[in-house]
């Protein structure tokens, strides 16, 4: 009988393992993450206006480099890595992306290579650089389905006239969502840039686990909305609950097996 308690016990702590996994790696990211935009918060508030103006000229720079550069499936290949500026790039972080319906607030990281795919959302190399203007189009790409990030997991979600938010140097810019398309990922290509708008496409891999085609959301740019909340949404009282959840009915199957219980 002893013997079969150490089985009990021992499939049951694996179970309890099993589910904490992801709740931990979960709240990893979200801690990560978390200290990644304030530090990106803290560095952008820091910044000097001289500063800032070169920034702005490096900025305008890189995207002029971008005009006639091709743009190939973030997911299918590596994608370089450059740097705007010494100052930005030592700070990792090149800005933020923030999603109210879907509850989202991701890092932005240069390139869309596994490793920063696997923190946060990376910007697509040959695409303007995620700080606004007008004739500029820069693309977002995230991973759907990691065990404890959801990142663009509910990307799907969004439909025509819902709004996302980006934080750069630059500040905070608000995009509405005017197009929601699904290609294969040899048709993926830049359309050409429209003079008159400012766009921005956030990419990700569909449908969810199959990953056969990618979906582009596209929003423009619109008025700024003072009230966007870029506080992250307070999913930590989800992982508080549910490993108490999950503690407690390891508890109770345990005590049950092992005969804890009083006659």
């Known amino acids: 009988m002893k013997f079969k308690k150490y089985i009990y016990i021992t499939l049951i702590v694996l179970g309890v393992l099993l589910v904490l996994y992801p709740i931990v790696h979960h709240f990893e990211h979200e801690q990560s993450s978390m200290q990644s935009t304030n530090d990106f918060q803290e560095y952008v508030q820091s910044i000097q206006d001289k500063d800032r103006e070169q920034l702005a000229k490096e900025i305008e720079k890189y995207n002029q480099s971008t005009l006639n550069q091709s743009v190939s499936d973030p997911y299918s290949s590596g994608q370089e890595v450059y740097k705007i500026n010494d100052r930005l790039a030592a700070h990792d972080v090149i800005g ?27 910007h697509l190399s040959g695409t303007s650089f995620p700080s606004g ?25 969004l439909e025509i006239g819902d709004t996302f938010s980006i934080y750069t140097v630059k500040g905070l810019h608000t995009y ?37 085609h990618r979906l582009l959301v596209t929003g423009t740019r619109v008025e700024e909305n003072a ?13 508080v609950l549910a490993s108490i959840g999950a503690l407690l009915v390891a508890g109770w199957i345990l005590c049950r097996k092992i005969g804890c219980r009083r006659k």
């Not at 870029?230 to 989800?238: A, C, D, T, V």
């Open 96 to 122: 933020e992306i923030i999603i109210p319906k879907i509850q989202v607030k991701e890092p932005i990281y240069e390139g869309t290579s596994d490793t920063t795919l696997q923190k946060g959302i990376g």
């Open 133 to 157: 203007g007008i004739g500029t189009h820069t693309m977002l790409a995230g991973h759907r389905g990691l065990p404890g990030a959801a990142l663009f997991s509910r990307l799907n979600e």
């Open 176 to 212: 509405k969502v005017i197009s929601i398309d699904t290609i294969l990922p040899d048709a993926f290509q830049m359309e050409p840039l429209d003079a008159n708008q400012d766009l921005a496409t956030l990419v990700t891999c569909t449908p969810y686990m199959i990953n056969s």
């Open 227 to 239: 009230n966007v909340d870029i506080q992250r949404p307070l999913s930590i009282h989800w992982i």
